[in-house]
């Protein structure tokens, strides 16, 4: 099993400012990383597939990078509506599909 | 618009069963394979099940296999998730979740419905 590893659990940043989560896989993975946010009391929304492609509708403030077992998800001029839990998924390899544990983005 | 919704959580005792229904709209539902994931009250998020849009393969997650078993009826458009011998642990938010393609073949999830609450207790 690819074990997904989240840092930091939280970040408390302020609107405007550049943000940068990290996720690592326990084994290369290739480019096969997606990302998610979540809001309170909703559903996941794919933001980013293929490491770094983003998904319809996303906006290019969001962005992601990296290949094999290193990851980032930088969000530019962080918004309001940024803020929640953002999870890292890898489909490399499988069964099973794994996420990482999340990271919780909250207004300083 | 692709729209997920799922129905049949509840509260119910260890030991029971409980048979989850997702509804699918807005695309061609047998071209995608769907998933169903959970998520434990204040925990991340975990994969459970797949399965092809054809509905003859699927996969399951070692925690829940042997007790839960994915389905579809692509004439309905309906993906289904029956729960046997549920426990504690199996207490959660379920989504259903639409991947990419048709295969069953490991990806992300691009569509996710709302979810709906299983809770196991006495």
């Known amino acids: 099993e690819t074990v997904m590893t989240q840092s930091p659990a939280t970040l408390s940043v302020s609107p405007g400012e550049t943000v940068t989560l990290s996720c690592r896989a326990s084994?290369?993975?290739?480019?096969?990383l997606a990302w998610y946010q979540q809001k309170p009391g909703q559903a996941p929304r794919l933001l980013i597939q293929?490491?770094?492609t983003r998904a319809t509708g996303i906006p290019a403030r969001f962005s992601g990078s990296g290949s094999g077992t290193e990851f980032t998800l930088t969000i530019s001029s962080l918004q309001s509506e940024d803020f929640g839990v953002y999870f890292c998924?890898?489909?490399?390899?499988?069964?099973?599909?794994?996420f990482g544990g999340g990271t919780k983005v909250e207004i300083k | 618009e692709v729209n997920l919704l799922e129905s049949g959580g509840g509260l119910v005792q260890p030991g029971g069963s409980l048979r989850l229904t997702c509804a699918g709209s807005?695309?061609?539902?047998?071209?995608?394979?769907m998933s169903w994931v959970r998520q434990a009250p204040g925990k991340g998020l975990e994969w459970v099940s797949d399965i092809s849009g054809d509905g003859y393969k699927t996969y399951t997650a070692d925690s829940v296999r042997g007790r839960f078993t994915i389905s579809r009826d692509n004439s309905k458009n309906t993906l289904s998730f029956q729960m046997n011998n549920l426990r504690a642990e199996d207490t959660a938010v379920y989504y259903c979740a639409r991947k990419p393609g048709s295969r069953g073949d490991p990806a992300f999830f691009d569509s996710w419905g709302q979810g709906t609450v299983v809770i196991v207790s006495s």
């Open positions: 807005g695309f061609i539902f047998r071209s995608y394979a």
């Open positions: 084994q290369s993975i290739s480019s096969s």
């Open positions: 293929f490491a770094s």
């Open positions: 998924q890898q489909y490399h390899s499988w069964p099973p599909l794994t």
